[in-house]
């Protein structure tokens, strides 16, 4: 049974997964390998939660893996391709920030945190604030999923290459750390770039 505020849904919140890279390091397209408390793949698994937490707008970004991805992809999965995923993350960002409603905060989310729950995503959407940008923080980090609100999504275009939205986030905390809403989210430190950390 769901909590109260898992039943009360996010609907100013549109969520984005990154997905697009090669996975090089896997050997192998680790976005559709089996997660083992799910048993589906990696990447539906995230986007499992996402739902569960009350999100209901829910977008993947693809790029290397796109044909394999579609080809296994719910109905209810919008998906959006982007051509331009070899010059690196940024791209993703972009594409991102580009298909969500300017008047929606946008929340930023891997493909790949096989560690993910229900439970921290609507924690980390209930502490969301419209003036600042809402932060995970694991590891000693500040960054994804993190919840850009429409005030601050301008700063994702300034983006290149292979930086992702952390790199702004890490800006705006340095220059001015009341700028920064942080939410402790240890789960989201979890995620796969080989497969021994399937084994952690």
């Not at 539906?44 to 579609?70: F, N, P, S």
């Not at 998906?79 to 929606?104: F, P, T």
């Not at 705006?172 to 402790?184: G, K, S």
Request: charged residues 15%; aromatic residues 6%.
């Amino acid at each position: 049974m769901k909590s109260p505020e898992l039943e009360a849904g996010f609907s100013n919140i549109h969520a984005v997964l990154l997905a697009a890279g090669q996975a090089s390091r896997y050997g192998s397209n680790k976005l559709l390998s089996i997660h083992p408390d799910s048993q589906l793949p990696l990447l539906w698994h995230v986007c499992e939660q996402y739902k569960l937490a009350g999100i209901e707008r829910i977008t993947v970004i693809t790029g290397h893996w796109h044909d394999a991805i579609c080809a296994s992809a719910a109905e209810d999965i919008v998906i959006e391709y982007n051509s331009q995923w070899q010059s690196g993350l940024a791209s993703s960002v972009k594409l991102a920030n580009q298909k969500v409603s300017s008047r929606d905060a946008l929340l930023l989310g891997l493909g790949d945190q096989a560690g993910i729950t229900a439970d921290g995503l609507a924690a980390l959407c209930s502490a969301y604030q419209p003036q600042v940008i809402t932060v995970s923080q694991y590891d000693g980090l500040l960054g994804a999923p993190a919840i850009f609100p429409p005030s601050q999504r301008r700063t994702l275009t300034l983006l290149t290459g292979d930086q992702g939205a952390g790199k702004i986030i890490r800006q705006r905390y340095q220059a001015n750390p009341q700028a920064v809403n942080i939410v402790p989210l240890e789960e989201a430190a979890c995620d796969i770039d080989s497969p021994s950390d399937w084994l952690d």
